[in-house]
Structure formats: C-alpha cells, structure tokens
C-alpha cells in the first residue's frame, strides 16, 4: 500500500512534468520503442519560454514533437546515438547531430563524461514491489536514471514486462515523477531480404555448428540467416546479441534454441534491446526464456569470448581494398551508427571456435538504374571506417566468404576483388595496380 500511495504522490499530468525541464539543460529522452511520447508533446508546447534544451536519444522510431515545433534548433538541439530511418529524415533537414560510441562503453560515458539534468523514460506499470520496469529498452536505462537530477517516468501499460538479466528495473523510490501513458508499441516489420541477401545466408549457414552461439544485426540479410536457421537442422543453439529481432522468435519456436551449450547464462536468450514486431513484443512478455542485460555486460568483448563458438552476424555499407569497412555512412551522410558491431567483431573472432562475418552485397541499383559496386578502391569521401582493416575476419557477399586475418595488402585485395560483382573486378584490379597492392602472380 504504501508504493500506492507514493505513486498517486508522484503521479502528475505531462505538462506538470514537463516543467521540470529548465533551459540550458541536458535531456535523455530514452531509447529505440521505450521513448517519452506525450511529455515530448508537452515540452514541445514550452518552445518559447525555454533557451539552449539539449536532448539526447537511441534510434527513434516516432516523431518527435519537439523537432516538429522547432525544426531549425532554435531551442531544442536534438542528439542522437544511432540513427532510424526517422532520424536520418531530421540529419538531412539539418534537425539532428549525431553522437558516435563504442556500444559496451556506453553507460561508462553517463557515469563519467555525461550530464543528464532530466531523464525521461518509457516504462512498464509499476509491480506490486514498486519496481517499474525497463521493457525491451535496458541497454543503458539504468545508468541513465543513476545519473540524471530528476527522473520522469511515462508509464504505458502496452509495453511489454522483460526479466532479467540485470539492471532491468527502477524503483518509485528513485523517481521524481510519473506520467501515464497509453501509446501502441513501435512496430519495425522484418526488412525484406532480397535474393542476394538469400544468397549471402546460404554460404553462412553451413559454416554454423550445432550448439553456437549466435548473434544477429539489424537488416534483411541477419533476417535472412534467422529464417534459414528456423528451417535447418541445426540445434542446440545459443543466443548473445545486442538486439533480439522477430527472427530469434522463428528460431526459438522452430526448436533451433535451448542455449544449453552456453558458457554464461546457460538457457537463456541474452540480449539488450528488442525491436520489432508484435511478435517479439508478445514473446518477451514475463518469458524467463529470456534475459535482458544491460550492455556493458552483453556487449563487453570479454563477456562475449567467453561463449564457444559464437558466431557474429552483422551487415555493412562498403568495404575498400584495404579491408576497412563503413557500416554507418554513405560519404558525410550518417546512415545508423557503430552499435556494437565493433563489440561482436572483436568477441566472436576472440571466441572459442568463434566466428565474426560482415556482409554486404556486392553492388546495388540506384533510382536511375544504374548498378553501383560497394566494393570500392577507397571508401566513399567522408565515410565512416566503422571496423579498422585490423579487426576484419570474415567478408561476405553472394559471390563468397574470404577471411583477412593475416593477409598482406596484395592478398586482401585479390580476396575482397574476388567478392565483387563481376562487372567492377576488372577496374579495381586495375585501381589495386595503382595502389600498388596488387601482385602479378594474382588472379584474373
């Protein structure tokens, strides 16, 4: 009773709430489908009693009233630490700046160089403990709340419940105020994959053993690996990654999953965030199948070696024939983010029987019709080298797997050329000539 009684305490109206935001202050709005909605509408209607708001977010997946109102920055500068389809709409409207990370270091950076003056996080209804839960967002929550002046919460009851794992929890003791809500859960339809991406997904598949250790990226190719996983015969599978998708459902119901070879958390799906569908939403709803962690655990590199035969699946936008690879940006414009593609290059490959795989397909078709190669001499002008040439293993596309660790300039390149669409080798051989990376004895 008593958590009852500090609940209708604490409970107020998201124009109350809103207040406590002053100008000159730093913001966390929350991160991927666990972000504030009807309190970023009522800060939104302070625009012209505030100065110099900062507010910082995770992939956002809805819009944002705050930018609406002030689209030119005027008062509210909006961050973000990976970026949606929706936020790099705002990049190009010159609405949004982007934070880069290192993804498992990311709560050290709110409990030792960040400010947080208002914390305002989407949260499950509160239990019978007064814990309010994090729902499918706990990846750096907790070090969000630790850090914050005041903390709000927006409680939706259409969220789902998640078990831990840890740090997937705060206490009506820790808070300031709290807001009720009644939003739909974001849902992000599975990417479709193409034929390529299908392609890519079948050389993949039988390099899997039974009782690995899988992690999965965002996009139709990771997709594409989880849905010919649900078909296969492989089995004893284990689960460590950073984003649970629809995929691992098909899996876990296909009886690919029981995580029963794992080194750490043996039995369960580990992850830190989910995005989706309803599916995943309805699946990690008080499933104890299910663990969420926040990701200075599951991301740590030295967590991620200790499981056997993990295998890193991650997807990327171009590679050169140095090997460095962009998974982030076209040229200047920022595409997503680093994530923790970085996190699960190095654990998988430091792993026992460990296997780390960036892949791509090997050229795409532009609005014109014209293909273009992804493969290039250098990276596009501007663009991110999101993995160092130093840490790259395994590079995928349809037309094969090459491994670099260990190669010379001029191996690289004859490997990465043989990766390539058909129609570009000829002219980056001819680039790798000039590069003077290419030896004669190589492969026409």
């Known amino acids: 009773m008593q958590f009852v009684n500090e609940y209708r305490q604490k409970l107020v109206s998201a124009d109350v709430a809103a207040k406590a935001v002053k100008s000159g202050d730093w913001v966390d709005y929350g991160q991927f489908v666990c972000q504030t909605q009807v309190v970023d509408e009522a800060l939104a209607k302070r625009k012209d009693e505030l100065q110099d708001v900062k507010i910082r977010a995770t992939t956002r997946t809805t819009p944002l009233a705050v930018v609406q109102a002030d689209p030119h920055q005027e008062v509210f500068t909006y961050n973000n630490f990976h970026y949606s389809g929706y936020d790099r709409k705002l990049q190009d409207q010159g609405s949004a700046f982007f934070i880069p990370i290192f993804y498992h270091e990311k709560p050290g950076y709110y409990k030792n160089f960040l400010d947080v003056d208002v914390a305002i996080l989407a949260v499950t209804p509160m239990d019978d403990f007064g814990y309010f839960n994090f729902s499918t967002s706990v990846a750096t929550s907790r070090a969000i709340v630790e850090k914050a002046k005041i903390v709000i919460l927006e409680v939706n009851p259409n969220l789902p419940r998640v078990m831990g794992g840890n740090n997937e929890t705060v206490h009506i003791s820790e808070i300031d105020y709290i807001v009720e809500a009644n939003w739909a859960v974001p849902e992000i339809p599975n990417a479709l994959p193409s034929k390529e991406d299908e392609q890519i997904a079948s050389l993949i598949i039988p390099e899997i053993r039974n009782g690995s250790c899988i992690q999965l ?82 991301n740590d590199p030295m967590i991620i070696r200790q499981q056997d035969n993990m295998v890193g699946i991650n997807n990327c936008m171009e590679i050169d024939l140095y090997g460095q690879v962009s998974s982030e940006s076209v040229g200047t414009r920022q595409i997503s983010g680093t ?106």
Do not use: C
Not at 270 to 278: D, I, K, L, R
Not at 384 to 401: A, C, F, M, Q
Not at 427 to 435: R, S, T
């Open 217 to 298: 990226g965002i996009g139709g190719m990771p997709n594409a690996v989880g849905s010919l996983i649900a078909k296969s015969d492989l089995k004893d599978l284990g689960v460590h990654t950073e984003m649970f998708v629809d995929a691992f459902v098909d899996m876990y119901e296909a009886g690919n999953l029981n995580g029963s070879q794992k080194q750490l958390d043996k039995g369960k799906i580990v992850y830190t965030f989910a995005m989706g569908t309803n599916k995943t939403y309805e699946f990690l709803h008080n499933n104890p199948a299910a663990a969420a962690y926040s990701v200075d655990y599951v």
């Open 339 to 444: 994530g923790g593609q970085g996190d699960f290059t190095i654990g998988s490959y430091e792993s026992k029987g460990g296997q780390s795989y960036i892949a791509m397909t090997s050229s795409y078709v532009d609005r014109a019709g014209q293909r273009h190669s992804r493969i290039k001499n250098f990276l596009s002008q501007g663009s991110i080298v999101t993995i160092p040439r130093s840490l790259v293993s395994n590079i995928v596309t349809e037309y094969g797997i090459v491994n670099l660790k260990g190669k010379s300039t001029w191996e690289r390149a004859e490997g990465i050329i043989s990766l390539a669409h058909p129609d570009f080798r000829d002219d980056l051989i001819k680039q790798a000539e000039q590069m003077n990376i290419w030896r004669r004895s190589n492969k026409r």
